[in-house]
């Protein structure tokens, strides 16, 4: 029984450890230009998009159809631990969004500007479908 406790306890720091030192595929701070990411669970869609707060490469959000899906509170930045960020806010932005009835609508994701502050902005369109209890049955980004 005790060997199980310290086991599972060695288990448990080892998970924190990986957590709090970023282990995993978190993308560098050169991949989030990039950085296009779609998950969902119940209800709730996320949208995570490489976002440069320094040069304006800000995403605005707009869904198509809000008796599909809408806005959540779910909207967070955050900022890039990567090597090469000092002085920047780099990051990634997740944006949420609820399922409401049955349909198929589009979420659409702009900027002003591209990463680097000039040019065109970015456009990334999400396709999601949603059944008539508001939950995500699928989400396609291009």
């Known amino acids: 029984m005790r060997k ?11 998970v924190m450890t990986c957590f709090l030192a970023g282990c995993g595929d978190a ?13 969902w669970e119940g209800t709730e869609l996320t949208i995570s998009l490489g976002e440069n707060k320094s040069t304006g490469c800000n995403w605005s959000t707009k869904p198509q159809d809000d008796k ?10 955050h900022m890039s631990d990567a090597s090469g960020t000092e002085g920047q806010a780099i990051g990634i932005l997740d944006a949420g ?3 409401k009835g049955a349909g198929t609508t589009t979420i659409v994701c702009t900027t002003p500007v591209n990463w680097d502050g000039t040019g065109e902005g970015y ?3 999400v396709t999601v479908t949603v059944n008539e209890d508001g939950t995500i049955e699928n989400a396609v980004g291009e």
């Open 4 to 14: 199980s406790v310290i086991a599972s306890l060695l288990a448990a720091v080892f």
């Open 27 to 39: 993308p560098t701070s050169e991949d989030l230009e990039n950085y296009r990411e779609l998950s």
């Open 68 to 77: 599909v899906i809408d806005y959540s509170v779910n909207r967070v930045f």
């Open 97 to 99: 969004f609820e399922g």
């Open 123 to 125: 456009t990334y369109t």
